[in-house]
């Protein structure tokens, strides 16, 4: 059964904070990505990697980055978290005819 | 810019009635996609049309892509409890990015 993996499945840090959020995949997909999901906003992309060390930014970028060192682990980093980064953070890798599989979800909780 | 929207954003009934959710846009997609996504989890593929018109069954579940391919509809027969969720809806528009709608969540009460 493919899996996506996200470790941290609740965090509560402080304003200022730096945040990693890590996600792996053992599909061996290529491309993997970084959303964050608020009510009634949907999933709204944040950065996209497509291979090792390659990385895209997607519509909301700002005050993120990523990290792709290796192919099954795709990092997203707040550098000072807000508390306007509270949200839910959902990891993905993409398999054929473009379908997701998602994690299981980080809720970050920025006081 | 591509938009997917979603109707309703919430919806809440008894068991065994009916509903129907809909993702409406101006854009055509290659495909479109339904998740399902229940809490303290992540959103997971319930299926994918492709062709314009096409209509797709999963047991209680009926899903059909305009024949335009710019819109498409999620229908539940006779709903259980088991349905509740947040269900979304994603359209392909190329360039290896879905467009996402804002979801509908669904309670189901018994």
């Known amino acids: 059964d493919v899996k996506v993996t996200q470790s941290s499945r609740y965090l509560v840090k402080r304003t200022g904070e730096k945040v990693f959020l890590e996600c792996v995949q053992d599909?061996?997909?290529?491309?993997m990505f970084w959303y964050r999901q608020d009510p009634g906003l949907g999933l709204r992309l944040i950065y996209f990697?497509?291979?090792?060390?390659?990385?895209e930014k997607g519509d909301i970028p700002e005050g993120y980055s990523v990290s792709r060192e290796k192919k099954e682990r795709f990092s997203l980093i707040l550098e000072s978290a807000s508390t306007n980064q509270t949200s839910m953070y959902l990891c993905?890798?993409?398999?054929?005819?473009?379908?997701?599989?998602f994690g299981a979800g980080s809720r970050l909780t920025v006081l | 810019t591509q938009l997917l929207e979603q109707s309703p954003q919430f919806l809440s009934i008894q068991e065994g009635e009916n509903l129907t959710v809909y993702c409406n846009s101006s854009?055509?997609?290659?495909?479109l996609q339904w998740y399902r996504q229940e809490p303290g989890e992540g959103p997971v593929l319930l299926v994918t049309v492709v062709t314009g018109g096409e209509v797709k069954k999963l047991k209680r579940l009926t899903f059909q892509f305009g024949d335009a391919r710019k819109d498409s509809s999620l229908h539940i027969t006779a709903a259980q409890p088991g349905d509740t969720g947040l269900y979304l809806c994603?359209?392909?528009?190329?360039?290896?990015?879905?467009?996402w709608g804002a979801g509908t969540k669904l309670i189901i009460k018994p």
């Open positions: 854009s055509v997609f290659s495909s």
């Open positions: 993905a890798s993409r398999g054929g005819a473009n379908v997701l599989t």
């Open positions: 599909m061996d997909h290529e491309n």
């Open positions: 994603a359209g392909d528009g190329g360039n290896y990015q879905l467009i």
């Open positions: 990697s497509y291979d090792v060390k390659m990385k």
